[in-house]
């Protein structure tokens, strides 16, 4: 075995031996959680205290905060609310927390839930474009990053072209995004964007 292959760098060494690196680093995780479980709630109450809510096979389902660690190589944290994923039919608002890059919040459609909110979607083309959101052109409605081959953002389309998008595939995804320097900022940009986005399936699914 060539030892120079698994000797350290200066920097790397520097790292490792500094426990304050992981302390800081799972402190932090902590605060996006209690953030998260903050915005839980107010957005239950939100669903649970409109007239014109989601219908109850979704808007029973409570609230769910996850976490993991190589969402490619770095960590993560996500609240999914509302949250009904089923293989063939998905509703759900997906706020992310991605370390080194973003906050986002994004609206994931499939199956009944994409047929019945595709025209409204397409309806609100200029209040999405006028937001700066971005719309999925990925075959993979399970990746979250906002690179040129998976997000583009609504406002670099015509109205056809985004009607095209909606269209082309099973699913929808539509998200925005906030960089994590910005964190003073997140709280309203997560509840302004989960507002924006759970107008359309309101829209189609009135309470019972």
Same mark, same amino acid.
């Given at each position: 075995?060539?030892?120079?292959?698994?000797?350290?760098?200066?920097?790397?060494?520097?790292?490792?031996?500094?426990?304050?690196?992981?302390?800081?680093?799972?402190?932090?995780?902590?605060?996006?959680?209690?953030?998260?479980?903050?915005?839980?709630?107010?957005?239950?109450?939100?669903?649970?205290?409109?007239?014109?809510?989601?219908?109850?096979?979704?808007?029973?389902?409570?609230?769910?905060?996850?976490?993991?660690?190589?969402? $490619?190589?770095?960590?993560?944290?996500?609240?999914?609310?509302?949250?009904?994923?089923?293989?063939?039919?998905?509703?759900?608002?997906?706020? $992310?927390?991605?370390?080194?890059?973003?906050?986002?919040?994004?609206?994931?459609?499939?199956?009944?839930?994409?047929?019945?909110?595709?025209?409204?979607?397409?309806?609100?083309?200029?209040?999405?474009?006028?937001?700066?959101?971005?719309?999925?052109?990925?075959?993979?409605?399970?990746?979250?990053?906002?690179?040129?081959?998976?997000?583009?953002?609504?406002?670099?389309?015509?109205?056809?072209?985004?009607?095209?998008?909606?269209?082309?595939?099973?699913?929808?995804?539509?998200?925005?995004?906030?960089?994590?320097?910005?964190?003073?900022?997140?709280?309203?940009?997560?509840?302004?964007?989960?507002?924006?986005?759970?107008?359309?399936?309101?829209?189609?699914?009135?309470?019972?």
């Amino acid at each position: 075995m060539n030892n120079a292959k698994i000797q350290l760098s200066p920097y790397e060494l520097e790292l490792v031996t500094n426990a304050d690196v992981i302390l800081t680093k799972n402190s932090i995780i902590a605060k996006v959680y209690e953030l998260f479980g903050h915005l839980a709630a107010k957005m239950k109450r939100q669903i649970h205290g409109n007239p014109a809510g989601f219908d109850k096979e979704v808007s029973d389902i409570s609230p769910k905060i996850s976490k993991g660690e190589n969402y $490619m190589g770095l960590p993560y944290v996500m609240l999914d609310y509302p949250r009904y994923f089923e293989k063939e039919n998905i509703l759900a608002v997906r706020t $992310m927390f991605w370390w080194g890059n973003f906050f986002s919040v994004g609206l994931h459609l499939k199956g009944k839930y994409k047929l019945h909110c595709e025209e409204a979607i397409k309806n609100g083309y200029s209040l999405l474009k006028q937001n700066n959101c971005h719309i999925s052109i990925s075959a993979d409605e399970w990746q979250h990053h906002f690179g040129p081959d998976n997000y583009v953002s609504v406002h670099s389309l015509e109205s056809e072209q985004f009607n095209d998008v909606i269209t082309a595939k099973d699913f929808i995804k539509i998200a925005s995004m906030l960089p994590v320097a910005q964190w003073g900022n997140a709280e309203k940009f997560i509840l302004d964007n989960f507002t924006r986005f759970v107008k359309f399936p309101k829209r189609q699914f009135p309470k019972r």
